[in-house]
């Protein structure tokens, strides 16, 4: 059974800057692809950027010029880098892997089979 573990939210204020680390377990290394959604309490989860197996990366269009996903294979992490943050990137953000060797973003979180448990971000301004 596929894991993955969220780590590295907390409380920052507005324009501050947090890196979000997801280790996923040797049984998801290959062919997957990993992404990032954040879901505030009361609506619906959303995609904010995500990597495949070959690097091809997307981002949501809320995030894009602020927010860098990565992935470090020797270490079995996919960090999230969260650069002038604003009070509306407040929510908890899950990673989530899907099995597939090739991803063009967005997809919808239903395609994803395995997900982490999430870490709070809270950004005041």
Known sequence: QAQLVESGGGSVQAG???KLSCVY???????YCV???????????DWVAGIDNSGNIGYADPVKGR??????????TVYLQMSSL????????????????YCHWPLVPTLFSYWGQGTQVTVSS
């Not at 992404?35 to 989860?45: H, L, P």
């Not at 990137?89 to 990673?95: E, L, M, N, P, S």
Request: glycine share 6%.
């Open 16 to 18: 501050g800057s947090l």
């Open 25 to 31: 377990s040797e049984s998801i290394y290959g062919d």
């Open 35 to 45: 992404s990032w959604f954040r879901q505030v309490a009361g609506k619906e989860r």
């Open 67 to 76: 927010f860098t996903i990565s992935k470090d294979n020797a270490k079995n």
């Open 86 to 101: 604003e009070p509306d990137d407040t929510a908890k953000y899950y990673c989530a892997a899907l099995s597939r060797d």
